[in-house]
């Protein structure tokens, strides 16, 4: 199996739910949100970390924090949607990512949801997606290496939002 630098990403700050939202997946970032989304960018350039490919779950708040990631795309591919990113659904995420991943994408980014991005890690770190309990803050990012499969990753690091503000 190829080792490969995963990069899970919760979405920056997000309007509240409620009656404005009546379809959770339309709610956009706030203008923090947005500041967020923007520093985190600002952290993969200035940290050199180059992506091979970038994924978002389809909803808004996830796209808006994908999308100023774009420029750390080394190739013409630039942002691609999975809907199992908006799901507890690992084997079918971890499916569409073999899928979609080729032999040269050594630097992958998914951007998504709590509770799935804990599940997901504890997941890739364990073999069980409830054994760790590893809370994502907004516009939190964890680092994982190695085959993109249950159990097969090691812990790399987290950055927080504030981590990356404080950076830059």
């Keep these: 199996m190829t080792e490969r630098t995963l990069y899970l990403i919760r ?3 997000a309007d509240e739910r409620g009656p404005r939202y009546p379809d959770d997946s339309l709610r956009p970032l706030i ?3 947005h500041r967020q989304a923007e520093v985190l960018a600002a952290a993969f350039e200035t940290l050199e970390l180059p992506l091979d490919r970038l994924f978002s779950s389809p909803y808004l708040r996830a796209l808006e924090t994908a999308r100023p ?3 750390a795309v080394q190739n ?3 942002l691609d949607t ?3 990113l908006a799901s507890s659904d690992y084997g079918e995420l971890l499916s569409a990512l073999s899928r979609q991943i080729g032999p040269g994408d050594n630097a992958v980014a998914c951007v998504g949801h709590e509770p799935y991005l804990s599940e997901l890690t504890s997941l890739l770190l364990t073999g069980d997606p409830y ?3 590893t809370r994502f ?3 939190a990012t964890v680092i994982l290496q190695g085959p993109i499969a249950a159990g097969a ?3 790399h690091g987290m950055l927080t939002a504030r981590m990356l503000k404080r950076l830059l």
């Design 82 to 84: 999975l809907q199992p």
């Design 31 to 33: 203008k923090k949100g």
């Design 69 to 71: 990631l774009e420029g």
């Design 137 to 139: 803050r907004k516009a």
């Design 131 to 133: 054994r760790l309990d």
């Design 153 to 155: 990753m090691e812990l």
């Design 76 to 78: 013409q591919r630039r």
């Design 11 to 13: 979405h920056a700050q």
